[in-house]
């Protein structure tokens, strides 16, 4: 059997609602009581609320650090892609209809602060610009045409002064003014109500959508070429070509369309991308996960705003996996003349009142979102200011030894030089590392070079767990064959729930490989059957000054008025060794053996370390190999661990965790007996069994072709 198919984790994501069946990280659980993974069926249960709040506990659920259990490039949702075309959108809009009863928190006006510079002097500038975008609408709104491009001129000449005077270029081209003018004439219809009306007629429901995928797109660009013209006033500015530091937000230039690098069935209707700050400004025309900043969804009405929601929460799914730097999205519906803005963090979504573009009230608001997010700092738009794409051509690249030759070359001089063996690019992440030493509560940081990556989130609400192989050697002095960096280590990054108070974090998943390394460090006998902390800590963001904060939640929402029920902390941390699939044993003398070390390992961290694994499955068991290419196990993923010691008397030990079909019995009741080792001992037996009974190339249940892979009998 394949485990990457027919034994996936299923985890609850810690989202605080009722699911039908545990999901994974990788899976969202569809709708009807049952759900159908290859040929196993799992029946729907309800879990018992247990909190003061009537939130519900929910399974916790894994996620590999192991490539072969994410899904292939192109299928971002593996239950969805298996069902027929019809059965899927119903699912699909089941679940969305779902996450946006249970996830979305609306009518947070105070959405904006998290959208606008941090620093008070950019600040500052986005204010005095917004205003003078607002007031040249409402200027145009009252002018006669013949007077408009006086008023753009006087506009534009007041956003020039928003420069300082020693990087304001006098001479500047603001040739936007022609482009600003179409634009407006383009909007117009929609600003002032006429929109609505083709000729004599009412327009039908779908004319008025399709009307929206025109006049939307028009206000975006209006917003975009103003902008522009501050860019292009500042001498500082218009030299830049990195749109982390200044860029634009423009429409796509195609509408109801579906990304070119997704299976996921339907048509995106409005996809914004930000892109640096060039004149003329360029619409791209292909859409593409990859490149999305946020996605608007468009309805006729006002009163189409649950539906437009629920296509947004549809959509906006697939920009986590395709975009392996995104922290958090953003997102906006536009229904009629009302429009919100989304913010989507890993537990909650929060939502603006409507933002009607007939009021000036509206119209302002909406224009701060635009005018923040072009000014803002990079963290503030969602990405991870501490991870960089690099696609460059290596400086040793056209080395003439051949592929099959060694991983050095000698000069006339007779020294030994780097080389790389590849194609034309090499293609890889520039990560940074926060190590957090315990001892002396020092934070230091290393620089992570990374492919790209083998397991990556796809899910709105979960831990958005990845995974990279990959090393602290620079791949520009040394990479693979292949064109990759040459992986020695694994870098995994979520947002598990977390306790604000580093010291009080029990549930850290560093804290508890720093003590199994501690403790059994020195047992020779064990080394490499549990995986070796690198280093890792939670991940920083740099607000200025010099002061850096943990990348949390509470951090990102620090300037939203709202309650933050779910603490999550953004954490990452290297580890060794790599490893394949357990499916990968080649015969079952090794599959034995890799049992044998898995067993061994828990025995020595359940008994002297006082640490409870809480997920014992197919995914988290490795296989590595020795020099001399014989197999040994290795057990993974710590992320749901529970030091005994340390909560000894917290009442959260009862809360269910494990991966079906290896949960204990007590995990799969749910109930309130006190976890201990035995119900990993007891996931153990059940993994084997499952072994033993299906095999580990084989299907489950009637899929089974006896004789086709590996059985323990």
Same mark, same amino acid.
């Given at each position: 059997?394949?485990?990457?198919?027919?034994?996936?984790?299923?985890?609850?994501? +810690?989202?605080?609602?009722?699911?039908?069946?545990?999901?994974?990280?990788?899976?969202?659980?569809?709708?009807?009581?049952?759900?159908?993974?290859?040929?196993?069926?799992?029946?729907?249960?309800? =879990?018992?609320? *247990?909190?003061?709040?009537?939130?519900?506990?929910?399974?916790?659920?894994?996620?590999?650090?192991?490539?072969?259990?994410?899904?292939?490039?192109?299928?971002?949702?593996?239950? =969805?892609?298996?069902?027929?075309?019809?059965?899927?959108?119903?699912?699909?809009?089941?679940?969305?209809?779902?996450?946006?009863?249970?996830?979305?928190?609306?009518?947070?006006?105070?959405?904006?602060?998290?959208?606008?510079?941090?620093?008070?002097?950019?600040?500052?500038?986005?204010?005095?610009?917004? *205003?003078?975008?607002?007031?040249?609408?409402?200027?145009?709104?009252?002018?006669?045409?013949?007077?408009?491009?006086?008023?753009?001129?006087?506009?534009?000449?007041?956003?020039?002064?928003?420069?300082?005077?020693?990087?304001?270029?006098?001479?500047?081209?603001?040739?936007?003014?022609?482009?600003?003018?179409?634009?407006?004439?383009?909007?117009?219809?929609?600003?002032?109500?006429?929109?609505?009306?083709?000729?004599?007629?009412?327009?039908?429901?779908?004319?008025?959508?399709?009307?929206?995928?025109?006049?939307?797109?028009?206000?975006?660009?209006?917003?975009?070429?103003?902008?522009?013209?501050?860019?292009?006033?500042?001498?500082?500015?218009?030299?830049?070509?990195?749109?982390?530091?200044?860029?634009?937000?423009?429409? =796509?230039?195609?509408?109801?369309?579906?990304?070119?690098?997704?299976?996921?069935?339907?048509?995106?209707?409005?996809?914004?991308?930000?892109?640096?700050?060039?004149?003329?400004?360029?619409?791209?025309?292909?859409?593409?996960?990859?490149?999305?900043?946020?996605?608007?969804?468009?309805?006729?009405?006002?009163?189409?705003?649950?539906?437009?929601?629920?296509?947004?929460?549809?959509?906006?799914?697939?920009?986590?996996?395709?975009?392996?730097?995104?922290?958090?999205?953003?997102?906006?519906?536009?229904?009629?003349?009302?429009?919100?803005?989304?913010?989507?963090?890993? !537990?909650?979504?929060?939502?603006?009142?409507?933002?009607?573009?007939?009021?000036?009230?509206?119209?302002?608001?909406?224009?701060?979102?635009?005018?923040?997010?072009?000014?803002?700092?990079? +963290?503030?738009?969602?990405?991870?200011?501490?991870?960089?794409?690099?696609?460059?051509?290596p400086r040793l690249r056209n080395n003439p030894i051949p592929m099959a030759g060694p991983s050095t070359s000698e000069t006339a001089s007779g020294s030994q030089?780097?080389?790389?063996?590849?194609?034309?690019?090499?293609?890889?992440?520039?990560?940074?590392?926060?190590?957090?030493?315990?001892?002396?509560?020092?934070?230091?940081?290393?620089?992570?070079?990374?492919?790209?990556?083998?397991?990556?989130?796809?899910?709105?609400?979960?831990?958005?767990?990845?995974?990279?192989?990959?090393?602290?050697?620079?791949?520009?002095?040394? %990479?693979?064959?292949?064109?990759?960096?040459?992986?020695?280590?694994?870098?995994?990054?979520?947002?598990?729930?977390?306790?604000?108070?580093?010291?009080?974090?029990?549930?850290?998943? %560093?804290?508890?490989?720093?003590?199994?390394?501690?403790?059994?460090?020195?047992?020779?006998?064990?080394?490499?059957?549990?995986?070796?902390?690198?280093?890792?800590?939670?991940?920083?963001?740099?607000?200025?000054?010099?002061?850096?904060?943990?990348?949390?939640?509470?951090?990102?929402?620090?300037?939203?008025?709202?309650?933050?029920?779910?603490?999550?902390?953004?954490?990452?941390?290297?580890?060794?060794?790599?490893?394949?699939?357990?499916?990968?044993?080649?015969?079952?003398?090794?599959?034995?053996?890799?049992?044998?070390?898995?067993?061994?390992?828990?025995?020595?961290?359940?008994?002297?370390?006082?640490?409870?694994?809480?997920?014992?499955?197919?995914?988290?068991?490795?296989?590595?190999?020795?020099?001399?290419?014989?197999?040994?196990?290795?057990?993974?993923?710590?992320?749901?661990?529970?030091?005994?010691?340390?909560?000894?008397?917290?009442?959260?030990?009862?809360?269910?965790?494990?991966?079906?079909?290896?949960? !204990?019995?007590?995990?799969?009741?749910?109930?309130?007996?006190?976890?201990?080792?035995?119900?990993?001992?007891?996931?153990?037996? %059940?993994?084997?069994?499952?072994?033993?009974?299906?095999?580990?190339?084989?299907?489950?249940?009637?899929?089974?072709?006896?004789?086709?892979?590996?059985?323990?009998?």
């Amino acid at each position: 059997m394949d485990t990457s198919s027919s034994s996936r984790s299923h985890t609850s994501s +810690d989202s605080a609602v009722t699911v039908p069946v545990p999901p994974s990280d990788n899976d969202e659980d569809m709708f009807g009581g049952t759900l159908s993974l290859s040929s196993i069926e799992f029946r729907s249960t309800e =879990f018992e609320p *247990t909190s003061a709040s009537g939130e519900e506990d929910h399974p916790v659920v894994s996620t590999s650090a192991n490539p072969h259990h994410s899904s292939p490039p192109g299928k971002l949702m593996p239950l =969805f892609a298996s069902m027929s075309a019809a059965r899927a959108l119903v699912a699909q809009d089941l679940e969305a209809a779902r996450l946006v009863g249970s996830h979305l928190v609306r009518n947070v006006p105070s959405i904006i602060n998290a959208a606008l510079p941090r620093n008070p002097d950019k600040r500052a500038t986005a204010a005095r610009l917004s *205003t003078i975008i607002a007031e040249l609408l409402e200027e145009l709104l009252n002018l006669p045409r013949a007077r408009t491009r006086a008023a753009i001129r006087r506009a534009l000449a007041a956003i020039s002064e928003l420069v300082p005077e020693e990087t304001r270029d006098v001479n500047a081209n603001l040739s936007s003014l022609d482009a600003i003018s179409t634009c407006f004439v383009g909007l117009q219809p929609w600003l002032d109500g006429t929109w609505t009306q083709l000729g004599s007629e009412p327009a039908t429901r779908p004319k008025l959508k399709t009307q929206l995928y025109r006049l939307f797109p028009e206000l975006v660009m209006f917003i975009a070429h103003c902008i522009q013209a501050l860019y292009y006033s500042d001498q500082d500015l218009k030299a830049s070509t990195n749109e982390r530091q200044c860029r634009l937000v423009v429409p =796509f230039g195609n509408t109801s369309r579906k990304p070119t690098d997704s299976d996921y069935r339907g048509r995106v209707d409005i996809a914004l991308k930000l892109v640096k700050p060039k004149m003329p400004i360029v619409r791209p025309q292909t859409i593409t996960n990859a490149a999305m900043f946020a996605i608007a969804k468009s309805k006729a009405y006002a009163d189409e705003h649950v539906d437009a929601f629920n296509q947004l929460f549809r959509f906006s799914r697939p920009l986590y996996k395709m975009q392996p730097d995104r922290r958090f999205l953003w997102g906006l519906t536009v229904c009629g003349e009302d429009t919100y803005v989304c913010l989507f963090m890993p !537990s909650k979504a929060y939502a603006t009142p409507a933002m009607n573009v007939r009021t000036p009230e509206g119209r302002r608001a909406l224009i701060d979102f635009f005018v923040g997010w072009s000014l803002c700092e990079w +963290d503030r738009c969602g990405y991870d200011p501490s991870m960089v794409l690099r696609n460059i051509v290596p400086r040793l690249r056209n080395n003439p030894i051949p592929m099959a030759g060694p991983s050095t070359s000698e000069t006339a001089s007779g020294s030994q030089q780097p080389v790389c063996h590849m194609q034309d690019r090499l293609t890889y992440y520039e990560i940074q590392v926060h190590n957090y030493d315990p001892e002396s509560q020092e934070h230091t940081t290393r620089q992570y070079f990374a492919n790209l990556p083998m397991v990556n989130a796809d899910r709105l609400f979960s831990r958005h767990t990845r995974c990279f192989s990959g090393s602290f050697t620079d791949p520009n002095l040394r %990479c693979g064959y292949d064109g990759r960096v040459i992986a020695t280590s694994l870098l995994k990054t979520g947002w598990p729930e977390s306790n604000m108070d580093i010291a009080a974090d029990t549930r850290d998943e %560093c804290h508890m490989l720093r003590k199994i390394n501690r403790i059994l460090g020195d047992d020779a006998d064990l080394n490499g059957r549990y995986p070796t902390l690198v280093c890792g800590g939670r991940a920083r963001i740099d607000l200025g000054n010099g002061v850096m904060v943990d990348d949390s939640v509470q951090s990102i929402l620090a300037e939203v008025d709202t309650e933050v029920t779910v603490h999550r902390v953004h954490k990452r941390l290297v580890i060794e060794p790599l490893g394949e699939p357990l499916n990968t044993v080649r015969s079952v003398r090794e599959l034995i053996i890799v049992l044998y070390d898995v067993m061994s390992a828990y025995s020595a961290i359940s008994g002297r370390c006082q640490i409870l694994h809480r997920d014992i499955s197919t995914n988290n068991i490795i296989v590595c190999r020795n020099a001399n290419g014989s197999a040994r196990g290795t057990l993974i993923d710590f992320d749901f661990a529970l030091d005994i010691e340390r909560e000894a008397t917290n009442p959260t030990r009862y809360v269910r965790a494990g991966t079906v079909p290896f949960m !204990s019995i007590n995990n799969m009741e749910n109930n309130n007996n006190t976890r201990t080792p035995l119900d990993d001992w007891e996931s153990l037996i %059940c993994l084997i069994c499952y072994l033993g009974t299906f095999g580990i190339n084989n299907e489950p249940g009637h899929k089974c072709h006896v004789g086709t892979g590996l059985r323990l009998a």
